[in-house]
């Protein structure tokens, strides 16, 4: 079946520690994209990828990073400089470069602090 | 950004129809969509409507666009318990989506 999958599910981060949450799909989709979700909130854009090699920051890109090598792939570092890491982070993709066709959304990554 | 709003909850009873409201501030968007979360989950398509258009009805569902006052809305009819979730509507402008907050929708029996 084709999806997206992100793992781990859960993942906890001690203080002053780089954490990497994995991104794959396999619907061949161009865009990717980061939302991180707070409780009681809606979904906020942290990085976004409409082509391999290239990325462009969000609303909240401060404290993260990124990477596109693969189509399939596009990985997300929550770095130390993200003070207030804890939250549900989504990964979504997209057919069309962009966005004009409905987003495809992976089962989402909790991260928390230790 | 723009901005999409919802109202946080919704409480109906099994049975009875649910409309979820929505508005949203960007005239040119393409398509605006209604997203389904359970919990501990992503987020599920349910359907979306095209901007040209106003009223997409499928099965239970039944999206109403009116495009002068900006104002979209989800109907569930006969709405169940698994309906119990949270709902998002959504706006596309160029290469980002916007997501409004989330309506809680409690099904009770």
């Known amino acids: 079946d084709g999806g997206i999958t992100q793992s781990p599910k859960y993942l906890f981060r001690k203080e002053g520690q780089n954490v990497t949450l994995s991104c794959e799909q396999n619907?061949?989709?161009?865009?990717m994209y980061w939302y991180r979700q707070d409780p009681g909130q809606g979904l906020r854009l942290i990085y976004y990828?409409?082509?391999?090699?290239?990325?462009q920051k969000g609303d909240i890109a401060e404290g993260y990073s990124v990477s596109r090598e693969k189509k399939e792939s596009f990985p997300l570092t929550v770095t130390s400089a993200q003070k207030n890491p804890t939250a549900f982070y989504l990964c979504?993709?997209?057919?069309?470069?962009?966005?004009?066709?409905?987003?495809?959304f992976g089962d989402g990554t909790r991260l928390s602090i230790l | 950004g723009e901005d999409v709003e919802q109202s946080l909850f919704l409480s109906v009873r099994e049975g009875d129809s649910s409309v979820i409201n929505c508005t949203y501030t960007?005239?040119?968007?393409?398509?605006l969509y209604w997203y389904k979360q359970e919990p501990g989950a992503g987020l599920q398509l349910l359907t979306y409507?095209?901007?040209?258009?106003d009223m997409k009805q499928d099965q239970r569902l039944t999206v109403l666009l009116n495009k002068k006052d900006k104002h979209l809305s989800l109907r569930i009819a006969d709405t169940q318990t698994g309906d119990s979730a949270i709902y998002f509507c959504?706006?596309?402008?160029?290469?980002?989506?916007?997501f409004g907050s989330g309506t809680k929708l409690n099904v009770k029996p």
């Open positions: 979504a993709s997209n057919p069309d470069r962009v966005g004009n066709q409905p987003q495809h």
């Open positions: 619907l061949n989709h161009d865009a």
């Open positions: 990828s409409q082509i391999v090699n290239d990325f």
């Open positions: 960007d005239s040119s968007s393409t398509y």
């Open positions: 409507i095209f901007s040209n258009m």
């Open positions: 959504a706006e596309n402008n160029f290469n980002k989506f916007y």
